[in-house]
């Protein structure tokens, strides 16, 4: 039995899994792309270790921060642990809100091919700019992707001038078909209590000591590396290099922490068949009854 807790942050997913784990003798595998990260504990909300050690625990703090951990490498990584539980005949919860990260491994989900391409003539352009080249490209990909996210219009355009396909032709090619016989909730929350929820959670990562942990990676790694565009990581770096308030780059975590959330539920809904549950016994008793 393979379960998928999943949805928004600040759902309480980590207190759900454990219940279900031990209640099905089953073992949990990180469903979030930064809490694999070592040393990014806090802001990541990563399960205490307590919580790490009441059932076991994969993939978690084993992705130096100096690595930038792909999609692809996450793939691989979570199909490796559950072959390896399934072998054991265990069952399994995958918990976390990294949603195209547990689809690209639960689906049948092959990475765009792409040979080297000169991008140059391209990065001079402005957001808008870019936009409307890949309208002219790829129009279904512009409707799906904002101009103001820089990096995928740019992968967009890459994928058609390297492969001399549109990246909408080739994902229309893949059928995305499960690979497991897997289960889908998320806790059902109304959007209200959802944001305070978010809100105290990062009240809680300040008490907890979140700006000294970032302050320390500070001192020992490059803050350009990806594991630091992490929400809460990047807003406090930003903060600390400009002598800024903390007061209002606390407040901007929240923002963009409740903005985050809403494009998790976005995607999620559209892309898992997903049960959802008021509390924990629900879920367990939705599980249960098959």
Do not use: W
Not at 21 to 50: H, M, R, V
Not at 110 to 116: G, H, T, V
Not at 165 to 185: C, G, M
């Amino acid at each position: 039995m393979i379960i998928v807790i999943t949805g928004p942050t600040a759902l309480g997913k980590t207190k759900s899994a454990i219940k279900v784990a031990q209640a099905l003798n089953a073992e949990i595998i990180n469903g979030d792309a930064f809490q694999a990260y070592k040393e990014l504990n806090i802001g990541t909300a990563k399960p205490s270790e307590k919580e790490l050690s009441s059932v076991p625990h994969h993939l978690y703090s084993f992705i130096d921060p100096t690595h930038n951990y792909s999609i692809a490498e996450y793939q691989c990584n979570l199909r490796a642990s559950i072959q390896e539980l399934l072998v054991k005949n265990k069952n399994i919860v995958i918990v976390g809100g990294s949603g195209l990260y547990i689809r690209s491994a639960l689906y049948d989900y092959e990475f765009l091919p792409s040979k080297e391409v000169d991008m140059s003539r391209f990065e001079k352009m402005t957001n808008s700019e870019l936009h409307s080249h890949l309208k002219k490209i790829d129009p279904e990909q512009a409707e799906i992707i904002h101009e103001n996210n820089r990096k995928r219009v740019l992968r967009a355009i890459e994928i058609y001038y390297s492969t001399g396909e549109t990246k909408s032709a080739l994902i229309n090619k893949q059928e995305h078909k499960p690979l497991y016989d897997v289960r889908f909730f998320v806790r059902d929350l109304d959007r209200e209590e959802l944001y305070e929820r978010i809100n105290k959670r990062v009240d809680e990562m300040f008490k907890q000591g979140l700006v000294d942990e970032v302050k320390s990676l500070m001192k020992k790694y490059d803050t350009s590396l990806h594991c630091f565009q992490a929400i809460g990581y990047k807003e406090l770096i930003d903060c600390l290099n400009n002598n800024g308030d903390l007061e209002e780059a606390k407040e901007l975590i929240k923002q963009h922490t409740r903005n985050y959330a809403k494009r998790q539920m976005t995607y999620i809904r559209h892309q898992f068949p997903v049960t959802f549950y008021k509390d924990d016994e629900e879920l367990l008793k939705e599980i249960q009854n098959g």
